[in-house]
């Protein structure tokens, strides 16, 4: 079809159509509400008459009190909630942030909508490492099985209940470890298959 023959009827019908894959789009990005990435509530790119702003009301997450207030733009219509990370940063009460990304209801009072922030200002750090442990699989002639465990950050030892064990181990019960005593992070600790 040429250029010059397309109407003008024909012509809105189209971009309608494509205006609306944009915004089924944003809708069905936002299925996911993973933690650890926006909702796909919020475009990038606002969609006319698709899109509206949300007020923010940020709350002391340890005294409950209103510290701040802000709003988020190009929020979906359809959008029932929106993650922390859709939040930009200078919206923040200055030194304030989440402890841990969380998807938020879109709340709706005086026919307009809010979400509602708990924020700190505690930064906490990772206070634990992983290391490897050596496992000696005694259903299997005392095969080496390399696998971790997570302890404290400045730990010389391991405690068994702190080592992952392979899925379907369990440890040698003839060893008689202690869950709780510190053993040494070399030591190669017996396990068997489970009912081996």
Not at 33 to 55: K, Q
Not at 68 to 91: F, M, S, W, Y
Not at 160 to 181: A, R, T
């Amino acid at each position: 079809m040429r250029l010059d023959m397309i109407s003008r009827r024909r012509f809105l019908k189209s971009a309608g159509v494509a205006a609306l894959a944009v915004a089924a789009a944003g809708v069905l990005a936002g299925c996911d509400g993973g933690s650890n990435s926006g909702s796909g509530n919020v475009t990038p790119a606002p969609v006319p008459g698709a899109t509206e702003d949300v007020n923010i009301i940020f709350f002391d997450d340890e005294t409950s009190e209103i510290i701040g207030e802000g709003i988020l733009k190009n929020v979906l219509k359809t959008a029932d909630h929106v993650n922390t990370n859709d939040i930009p940063e200078d919206q923040f009460p200055e030194g304030y942030h989440v402890a841990k990304p969380k998807d938020l209801e879109i709340r709706v009072k005086d026919d307009k909508k809010y979400i509602y922030v708990f924020v700190t200002d505690v930064t906490y750090t990772d206070i634990s490492k992983k290391v490897e442990i050596t496992l000696r699989d005694m259903s299997n002639y005392g095969a080496v099985i390399k696998t971790t465990a997570t302890v404290n950050k400045d730990a010389t030892t391991v405690m068994p209940k702190e080592i992952e064990l392979p899925e379907g181990y369990e440890f040698y019960p003839e060893s008689n470890y202690k869950m709780d005593e510190g053993y040494s992070l070399n030591m190669e600790f017996a396990v068997q298959k489970i009912g081996g």
